[in-house]
């Protein structure tokens, strides 16, 4: 059956299986009990599954994280809300330094099941520290998976794929696109979980991007049509590690790649992906591989979202670049 | 350093201490058996005696680090005895005697600070005693959440077994002076305390951060902080091993009963190095050296035991005892092999992961393809002879 449902809905739906499905699923974070977090992504799952299955934390991201860490070790599978992208950081050893990498230091005989989610990105007119894209710290840190749902169907699968696995998940949720709706099979079936997809074809150019890009870059590609363009558009959906099938694949075809991001492009998932393009797909390549980011500063004031964040115009400008090669 | 407040049950030259206070504890020891009572002994002074031959070792470069703890037996011994064995155990990274009481090979220890390994023991097949970690402090969190886990155990019904509050884990989490600036033990006890965690917080105050003395770290005595967040906290004499196993027994059976999370601090010296990397004589004097020297945990129990009629022999068995370790440990160091070069790879992830999947088989065909030159090499050379 089909629903029309928003993300912020699709993940909470998904939370709420995972909860029902397995006693061993806690939720943890500021706020996500009584109010049901600040996005509401956890609402009602206190009233549903008591305190103790969906804990409001002190406030203090490091414990959240590093509590969770001896509740995995106690059998349970956590899942951390981190309020925004911007307060990731007081969290950052406790993940990069511990989580990531508990298993390898135990040589494989702890797994350390914990999900953090990260509501990130900006579009929201938000204060300082409330619209940053931090993903590629993660991507770059070994013993971390990371994702990102473009949609509500990714957003209520892949939360429950993540609980599943058996590895520490970063849960990158665009938070310009919780409000939105979209089609949700929950009978199924879900998607691969860490592949990218194909999610329009085209032949003249590819355009990849995550999470909130992807609405923009189908959005470039609707624009380019009306102009005689026909672009593939590819949803990463994970960003470690990366599914580079789909993505050479559609270079062989197309022979030119844009790849799109909110977050600063300087040693980015963007930048990781135009190496190994140009490494794995040179001789498909009709034009180098262009970059569309953030730029290389801070997030500014709110009121100067539109000028650093990319928007389908662009994104359409690399595409005019690629295709003057 | 010295301290009116902390509780002592055994003075420096080795006398029970009987006063108002020390009764609450006095049973406690009471209740040990001679046996226990020279477990005491036989482990403070037979890692003393391993401590020197690592440290030994790593002078002559069989070990990329040592980490000394000789001057803190007591503190490690008697609260390590306090645990039970359904208890956990965090350590920081110098608590070997904790983890050799628990049923750790400390070969464990040596391959780790060889370079063999990160540690790499399984908490399951060690009595509970986790991993050491490097990072000052994080493990405090690590202990709570745990803790945190086995009062959920109860509250969620996902408990194994019958719940019964005086035979269910505990959790013991040691930490030093320095750790005690990271916001991250400030953070242990604030969750501990919001959720009345079953843990004992274990401070060793061993008066320096590597360079750095504790009055540097804070203003107030170590214990009082605990108080500040709620949680009840006692000063001891930590030399003396009848005092950190009275106060840890107590404190762990309230935390095991559902009374909250306690901390202790013991009161204790590093009377080596903080690694074998640093000079302790660049940073402290020698007067404070001897000031602890004087109060030598292993020296005044062995008054003690003396005083209630153990003899010669028991003290020549475990010197024996030690040297034999010390031995084994030099003879296992010598045969210890480098990992393969797959260990690389092994366990990044619980889950198959295709960068290092593939990175792996990159370096085996690389490796192969070094071997093959290699050999080419010595054809060329069998040729040319």
């Known amino acids: 059956m089909i629903e029309q449902l928003t993300m912020a809905k699709a993940i909470n739906l998904g939370l709420q299986k995972a909860l029902a499905d397995d006693p061993r699923v806690l939720l943890m974070g500021e706020d996500i009990g009584t109010l049901g977090g600040v996005f509401r992504v956890t609402e009602g799952l206190k009233a549903e599954f008591g305190e103790n299955r969906v804990i409001d934390t002190p406030l203090a991201e490091s414990a959240i994280i590093g509590t969770a860490i001896g509740l995995a070790m106690r059998g349970y599978r956590p899942v951390c809300e981190i309020q925004f992208d911007g307060f990731i950081y007081p969290g950052f050893d406790q993940i990069t330094s511990q989580l990531a990498k508990l298993t390898y230091r135990h040589e494989g005989a702890l797994q350390f099941p914990v999900v953090i989610r990260v509501p990130y990105g900006g579009h929201i007119g938000a204060v300082e520290h409330h619209q940053e894209s931090p993903e590629a710290y993660f991507a770059h840190t070994p013993g971390l998976r990371v994702v990102s749902p473009a949609t509500p169907q990714d957003g209520y699968w892949m939360i429950q794929q993540a609980i599943a696995g058996n590895d520490p998940v970063m849960f990158f949720e665009p938070k310009s696109r919780y409000w939105q709706k979209g089609d949700v099979d929950r009978e199924g079936p879900a998607g691969e979980f860490q592949a990218s997809r194909v999610v329009r074809t085209g032949t003249d150019v590819t355009l990849v991007g995550h999470g909130a890009m992807v609405a923009a870059l189908l959005q470039a590609a609707d624009i380019a049509a009306d102009e005689g363009t026909s672009a593939e558009v590819i949803d990463l959906r994970s960003l470690s590690p990366i599914d580079y099938g789909p993505i050479l694949a559609s270079v062989q075809k197309t022979g030119r790649i844009v790849v799109a991001q909110e977050a600063p492009g300087s040693v980015s998932v963007g930048s990781e992906i135009a190496a190994t393009v140009a490494e794995r797909a040179f001789y498909s390549l009709e034009a180098p591989v262009l970059r569309v980011s953030g730029f290389d500063t801070p997030f500014p004031p709110a009121k100067l979202e539109g000028v650093y964040l990319p928007d389908a115009d662009r994104i359409l400008e690399a595409v005019d670049r690629a295709l003057a090669y | ?385």
């Open chain 2, 1 to 385: 350093m010295s301290s009116d407040v902390a509780l002592q049950l055994l003075t420096p030259d080795g006398t029970l201490v009987r006063n108002d206070r020390t009764s609450e504890y006095l049973p406690l020891i009471e209740a040990l058996d001679e046996t226990r009572l020279g477990d005491f002994y036989r482990q403070m002074a037979v890692i003393r005696r391993f401590d020197i031959e690592a440290g030994n070792l790593q002078r002559q470069g069989q070990l990329a680090l040592w980490i000394p703890s000789i001057g803190q037996e007591a503190a490690q011994v008697g609260s390590g005895y306090a645990a039970m064995p359904q208890d956990h155990i965090f350590p920081a990274y110098r608590e070997h005697v904790v983890g050799r009481i628990r049923g750790l090979d400390p070969m464990r220890i040596i391959e780790m600070l060889r370079g063999l390994s990160h540690g790499g023991w399984v908490p399951s097949e060690t009595g509970n005693f986790h991993l050491y970690t490097l990072v000052i402090g994080s493990q405090s969190l690590h202990a709570t959440g745990y803790a945190m886990g086995i009062a959920l155990d109860r509250l969620t019904g996902t408990a194994s077994g019958a719940v019964d509050s005086g035979k269910d884990p505990a959790v013991l989490v040691y930490f030093g002076d320095g750790a005690s600036s990271q916001g991250d033990v400030s953070e242990a006890y604030t969750f501990a305390a919001s959720y009345q965690t079953p843990q004992v917080f274990f401070l060793q105050n061993n008066q320096w951060a590597i360079s750095v003395p504790v009055e540097r770290q804070s203003r107030t005595p170590l214990y009082l902080r605990g108080e500040g967040f709620g949680i009840p906290s006692v000063q001891i004499d930590g030399n003396d091993v009848l005092a950190s196993y009275a106060a840890t027994s107590a404190a762990l059976t309230a935390a095991r009963t559902g009374h909250g999370p306690r901390l202790i601090e013991a009161l204790t010296y590093r009377m080596g190095a903080h690694t074998s990397s640093d000079d302790p004589t660049k940073y402290r004097e020698n007067e404070q050296v001897e000031y602890w020297a004087a109060r030598d945990p292993i020296a005044r129990y062995e008054t003690y035991l003396r005083s209630l009629g153990v003899g010669d022999d028991f003290f020549a068995e475990v010197a024996t005892e030690a040297d034999d370790l010390a031995a084994d440990v030099r003879a296992r160091t010598l045969t210890l092999q480098d990992p393969p070069s797959t260990k690389v790879f092994a366990h990044v992830y619980s889950d198959p992961h295709p960068l290092i999947e593939a990175q792996a088989a990159w370096l085996a065909a690389y490796e192969q393809s070094l071997d093959e030159s290699d050999d080419a090499e010595l054809d060329e050379q069998a040729v040319g002879a």
